[in-house]
């Protein structure tokens, strides 16, 4: 037999008899323009100045990300005093409150900002409304880094937080209270909707922002994924634990009835996963980069033949510029 069919042969056969699998690949996925931003200016910083380059804290929630700017020279930390007096450092694209780059140039350090700029837009209507005397309601998940640095912009005691309905209920202001509110960028959509719906029933004169403050990119991802979600029978989110973006891309999905898995690399699926399942759904968190949709896509093929079909929501195109000292 094995002089009729050579081992080439036999291995082609052997992919016709696995059962199909159909790909419903997610588009917008992976990489956003803020994190895009945050791991060239770490880049450039280490081209510029040379290893070691801090970081204060996870450039991004990605763990394949943080290790290969760790193996180029960047090293990780989650406060100033762990950085030398002579190094560079940079700020993780969530944002950092204002104590930080003050006690950097206390310290005399050479720091760069890499905040999301979407971030810093938020950061910037808080010191608005503070201007204007208004309270701030904020809606985002406590103990979060984007939400540590937004409410660092302005004095304890001058924002709330909420992370659900149910403490819009509990809020102690009154209708003559001058209020508004802002959110953390990183929500769900759907979510944050009705926690805005309790808020502007309960305070008719609450001030709204004046954009959404949830990015463009958590937006399209969570869409895309509305849509791919109804006709796949499990879905896999690539992204890390602790961030907010691929976790609320989890929820989507299992409000269609779907099952979602959060995975970090494709060496965490299980076959047994594919029990009964025809189509998966994929997606990444604005953190995961495409390498890592790639590999997921490589070792479901070990054990289906795999049809991959694009789910289109939008095309992106946002850019965001580099700090001026960097790029001369």
């Known amino acids: 037999m094995n002089a009729a069919f050579p081992p080439e042969q036999l291995r082609s056969d052997a992919k016709l008899d696995r059962p199909g699998l159909t790909i419903l690949i997610a588009a917008p996925r992976g990489f956003c323009a803020g994190v895009d931003r945050a791991i060239e200016i770490v880049e450039r910083a280490l081209e510029k100045y040379g290893a070691p380059v801090y970081v204060r804290h996870e450039i991004v929630h990605n763990r394949y990300v943080v290790d290969g700017l760790r193996a180029k020279g960047a090293v990780f930390v989650e406060e100033l005093d762990e950085v030398p007096d002579d ?12 104590e930080v780059p003050a006690e950097a140039e206390r310290r005399k350090l050479l720091y760069v900002d890499a905040t999301c700029p979407l971030v810093s837009k938020v950061h910037r209507q808080a010191e608005r409304q503070l201007e204007k005397k208004r309270h701030i309601i904020f809606i ?12 660092g912009q302005v004095p304890e005691g001058t924002m709330t937080l909420v992370e659900t309905v149910e403490d819009v209920a ?29 808020l502007e029933a309960r305070y008719p004169q609450i001030v709204a922002p004046k954009a959404e403050d949830i990015c463009y990119a958590t937006s399209n991802r969570q869409a895309a994924v509305k849509q791919l979600a109804p006709d796949s029978d499990l879905v896999l989110v690539i992204g890390a634990p602790n961030s907010s973006n691929s976790l609320r891309l989890v929820e989507v999905a299992e409000r269609f009835g779907t099952p979602a898995k959060l995975i970090q690399r494709a060496s965490e699926i299980e076959a047994g996963w594919l029990e009964g399942v025809e189509t998966v759904g994929l997606t990444a968190g604005a953190s995961a980069p495409e390498t890592l949709v790639r590999e997921v896509v490589d070792k479901l093929a070990e054990w289906r033949t795999i049809e991959e079909r694009p789910v289109l929501f939008t095309e992106e195109k946002m850019t965001f510029k580099l700090p001026r000292h960097l790029v001369e």
């Open 170 to 198: 509990n809020l102690p202001f009154g209708e003559n209270d001058e209020l508004s509110f802002l959110t953390q960028t990183t929500l769900s959509v759907d979510d944050t909707g009705e926690i805005v719906k309790a």
């Open 87 to 98: 190094a560079p450092v940079v700020f993780s694209a969530h944002g950092v409150p204002k």
């Open 140 to 151: 985002g998940h406590e103990g979060h880094p984007e939400v540590i640095g937004t409410m």
